[in-house]
């Protein structure tokens, strides 16, 4: 059933050593972030699932994801640091990358 799915993944993304430690960090956690940006090409819009922002500035983005990993996955990921780079000027600004099926059927 969908509840069972959704408490697998629960299950599947808190058992990850990188996942805990990122989201275990002092700092402020903000959870679906709204940004603008403009580019070359027009104006982006998009949601950054999670930003911990740690007290020595440094921001971590989390972005699960469902399915099989994708290129595009990537590349969304690599514009939401180029966001985040723009919320917090002067951050050093990773990203974890997160798919909990992967987890849940390997």
Not at 13 to 36: C, I, K, M, N, Q
Not at 72 to 96: I, N, S, T
């Amino acid at each position: 059933t969908l509840a069972e799915r959704a408490a697998a993944g629960y299950g599947a993304v808190s058992s990850r050593a990188d996942v805990r430690a990122v989201y275990a960090a002092a700092g402020e956690r903000l959870h679906e972030v709204p940004f603008t940006m403009a580019m070359d090409d027009g104006i982006v819009r998009g949601t950054i699932d999670c930003l911990v922002r740690r007290p020595d500035g440094t921001v971590t983005i989390l972005e699960f994801k469902t399915g099989r990993a994708r290129a595009e996955h990537r590349a969304q990921v690599e514009l939401y640091v180029r966001a985040a780079e723009r919320l917090f000027p002067g951050a050093g600004v990773d990203a974890l990358l997160v798919y909990p099926d992967a987890a849940i059927t390997g």
